[in-house]
T-cell receptor, first 112, second 114 residues
Framework: DQQVKQNSPSLSVQEGRISILNCDYT??????FLWYKKYPAEGPTFLIS?????DKNEDGRFTVFLNKSAKHLSLHIVPSQPGDSAVYFC???????????FGKGTRLHILP | DAGVTQSPTHLIKTRGQQVTLRCSPK?????VSWYQQALGQGPQFIFQ???????QRGNFPDRFSGHQFPNYSSELNVNALLLGDSALYLC???FGQGAHYGYTFGSGTRLTVV
């Protein structure tokens, strides 16, 4: 049973425009959410996170929005750059000492 | 400062064999988590080691076992390999057990079972 769902396997966005990646979760115990980015032949690298006590966290071109009532979060990348082409994983954990659960990922293609 | 180091990078094994994968955590990290990433899927949690003990375990059979050494390095062992065990095995290290401490991932070991 997928507790973290990324329903879009892939997304193509023009360079310079906004990329929006979506994620839904089913476990109401999740209180910490993360986004990881993965290039081929490399391990996932941490991008940005958000605690359930917040609804927005921003870091440079990356912003994560959390809607707890809808059990939905999204990652916005503005402006999109060629180096952003990668697989993005949404992930969550239930408490401070809990494991991280990952979604299946969304492959982002930034078009020139 | 070296990050997380995994060995080997690639491995081919025959069904029924046993395999051992190795992970050296990032300097200063004391917790190691292992994940399996099948083709087209996200990383699936196998287990986590902290203070040389398995602290948490995902939905994987007993054929998957592990160990953590006093220097915090870790091994993942898989017995009686099945074709379905073919995957990228990722090791992640952190200081502390939880997500809030941040996980640093290695590049993985690509296991192919034939």
């Amino acid at each position: 049973d997928q507790q973290v769902k990324q329903n879009s396997p892939s997304l193509s966005v023009q360079e310079g425009r906004i990329s929006i990646l979506n994620c839904d979760y089913t476990n109401s115990m999740f209180d910490y959410f993360l986004w990881y980015k993965k290039y081929p032949a490399e391990g996932p690298t941490f991008l940005i996170s958000i605690s359930s006590i917040k609804d927005k966290n921003e870091d440079g071109r990356f912003t994560v929005f959390l809607n707890k009532s809808a059990k939905h979060l999204s990652l916005h990348i503005v402006p999109s750059q060629p180096g952003d082409s990668a697989v993005y994983f949404c992930a969550a954990s239930a408490d401070r000492d809990d494991k991280i659960i990952f979604g299946k990922g969304t492959r982002l293609h930034i078009l020139p | 400062d070296a990050g997380v180091t995994q060995s080997p990078t690639h491995l081919i094994k025959t069904r029924g064999q046993q395999v051992t994968l190795r992970c050296s955590p990032k300097s200063g990290h004391d917790t190691v988590s292992w994940y399996q990433q099948a083709l087209g899927q996200g990383p699936q949690f196998i287990f986590q080691y902290y203070e040389e003990e398995e602290r948490q375990r995902g939905n994987f059979p007993d054929r998957f076992s592990g160990h953590q050494f006093p220097n915090y390095s870790s091994e993942l062992n898989v017995n009686a390999l099945l074709l379905g065990d073919s995957a990228l095995y990722l090791c992640a290290s952190s200081f502390g057990q939880g997500a809030h401490y941040g996980y640093t991932f290695g590049s993985g070991t690509r296991l192919t079972v034939v």
